[in-house]
């Protein structure tokens, strides 16, 4: 294995501040990386460090406009979906024509009934009046208080113990393999997603089997100020609301503006270029590019690629690698 001995000059006023003086480095190996870095460059040897963030836990196969060769319809969607998001006009319909009362019945009983949640009939009466795209999509209050994305980093993609493929939630932007040409074909899949099927997922703690409303957490006005007190002691219930409205709305868009068929003909393709074969394609530009980088840092990291590069990789073989052992396995 490759070993390192780095030497770190912390400035004072800056970092240093934070240590108080009874913070002092071991002697040893203060002097061990003194002489190891004077050995660098008495040798004329530069360090080598590469540093790269993966976005992992980004497992959108639209998040970025590509280069897509050979299917025109892909940049017709593209162009369709932006029109639909910055031209609406009558297609901005009130939440209610697309998550439905009914959906949200039968939404609020499994959070009162499953969840053990309130019922948040209250917070329903206000939302289904807005607009999908300029009072939903485009909150820029909906977005600070995170009351969709929140629940969307954490039920999005889920690595479950056992298995090289993720169980998705029943959403467009991840790679979940079911049927989306229907709102009515999507909410039965959801509701089975969030409130039925039980998952093993490795934690901290060991292996865990938890149900995906299980692993919500209550959003805090503490970390996130624009939340109100009461939605932060709401949050679990609301947010599972928030995340089926806004999932239904991408369903509906979708459908809108392409057919079924063509839409989700090009995500299929997209999702096993860009998605499922991530970790892989990651792990080979690494091994051909930077593997003679002495350093490497990567950010965003699931716990799953750090598991295949320690066990399946060159990498794993040439480098110590070190992640936090209080990764959160739900959030990944």
């Not at 997922?201 to 109100?228: C, F």
């Not at 609301?241 to 997209?270: K, Y």
Request: hydrophobic content about 35%; charged content about 25%; proline content about 5%.
């Amino acid at each position: 294995r490759r070993q390192v001995t780095v030497c770190v000059l912390v400035l004072k006023g800056g970092a240093g501040s934070f240590l108080e003086k009874t913070v002092t480095p071991d002697p040893v190996v203060a002097e061990n990386a003194r002489k190891g870095m004077l050995s660098m460059v008495t040798a004329g040897r530069k360090l080598a460090v590469t540093t790269w963030n993966i976005a992992a836990i980004n497992n959108n196969p639209f998040e970025y406009w590509i280069t897509y060769k050979g299917d025109p319809q892909y940049e017709k969607l593209m162009v369709d979906v932006e029109q639909f998001l910055e031209n609406p006009g009558d297609k901005d319909v009130p939440v209610s024509q697309v998550f439905t009362e009914e959906m949200f019945a039968q939404l609020d009983k499994q959070l009162t009934e499953v969840g053990k949640w309130k019922s948040v009939k209250n917070y329903w009466d206000e939302y289904k009046k807005r607009n999908i795209v300029s009072g939903f999509l485009k909150d820029k209050l909906l977005g600070k208080k995170r009351l969709a994305s929140m629940p969307d980093r954490i039920t999005n993609t889920i690595n479950v113990d056992s298995s090289d493929e993720p169980v998705c939630r029943p959403t467009v932007i991840n790679q979940y393999g079911g049927d989306l040409s229907t709102l009515d074909k999507w909410w039965t899949e959801w509701q089975r997603f969030m409130f039925v099927t039980p998952l093993k997922m490795k934690t901290k703690d060991g292996v865990e089997e938890k149900i995906p409303y299980q692993l919500l957490k209550t959003i805090k006005n503490a970390k996130y100020p624009m939340i109100t007190l009461q939605e932060e002691e709401d949050s679990l219930p609301l947010q599972t609301m928030c995340a089926a409205i806004f999932d239904a709305i991408l369903v509906h868009m979708m459908n809108t503006v392409s057919p079924p068929e063509t839409w989700q003909g090009i995500r299929r393709t997209l999702v096993e270029n860009l998605n499922r074969k991530k970790t892989p394609h990651t792990l080979d530009i690494l091994e051909r590019v930077y593997i003679e980088s002495d350093i490497i840092t990567l950010q965003e990291v699931a716990s799953s690629f750090i598991e295949t590069a320690k066990t399946n990789s060159k990498l794993g073989n040439l480098f110590h690698i070190a992640a936090p052992t209080s990764m959160d396995g739900a959030r990944d």
